[in-house]
């Protein structure tokens, strides 16, 4: 009885280690993500069991319920995916909103939001630092209201919107999305090949 006694003691004694074991190791595969709410700048954040992970609370569930936040991991075409802290749910490029598959991770993809391309008529979030080249309508919300850029119908004026703050693009016909620095190139390339065999004007905003 008294060996049993000391078992249990030892048992007991050995779940602490366990679980800083267990999250020592799921923080060395977890993604970081920014935050400037947060003490230390962010957390870390497990997708597949809805949890982040801050040095004051360990692993726990995110508490605040607000806009969708952009994480940078090898995963979906753009090397990260977005994150919304209510749903769970992960946004990519190819697959839109979707539950975590583990079995998507990709090895070696190199980390770049800026770079994917908008189906006719989709909509998505578009992060800050990015550059969106099409006629399109943005907004701060998912759900609107939507502010349209297409500054008017001649078909040889392209626009080109550079995104300060994240937000949400509507593409009626499609859309290019690419990094900002790249934007003398881009313009370059619309008065060449956009439009309708070059365009005769570029519209530049920024929002």
């Known amino acids: 009885m008294k060996r049993l006694f000391i078992l249990a003691i030892s048992l007991v004694a050995l ?3 366990l679980i800083h074991t267990n999250a020592a190791n799921a923080l060395s595969d977890a993604p970081w993500v ?23 609370d360990g692993w726990h569930r995110h508490q605040a ?22 749903s769970c749910q992960v946004w990519t490029s ?15 993809k190199p980390a ?13 979030p578009v992060a800050a630092g990015c550059m969106v080249t099409g006629d399109v309508k943005v907004s701060y919300n998912s759900n609107g209201p939507w502010e349209d850029l297409s500054y008017d119908k001649d078909p040889k004026t392209g626009t080109l919107v550079l995104v300060d703050h994240a937000l949400w693009v ?5 859309a290019s999305v ?9 313009v370059e390339q619309m008065y060449k090949n ?14």
């Open 15 to 17: 779940v602490p280690s």
């Open 34 to 56: 920014d935050d400037p709410s947060f003490a230390h700048g962010g957390f870390y954040l497990d997708p597949t069991n809805c949890q982040i992970w801050t040095p004051e």
């Open 65 to 86: 319920s607000g806009d969708s936040m952009w994480v940078n991991y090898r995963y979906g075409p753009a090397g990260g995916f977005y994150w919304d802290p209510v």
């Open 94 to 108: 190819d697959a839109g909103w979707h539950t975590f598959n583990p079995a998507g991770i990709w090895p070696d």
């Open 112 to 124: 770049d939001p800026c770079s994917m391309q908008l189906a006719a008529g989709a909509t998505a």
């Open 170 to 174: 509507q593409a009626p016909h499609g």
């Open 178 to 186: 690419q990094n900002a620095d790249q934007l003398k190139s881009a």
């Open 194 to 207: 956009g439009c309708e065999n070059g365009c005769s004007w570029v519209n530049v905003t920024v929002r």
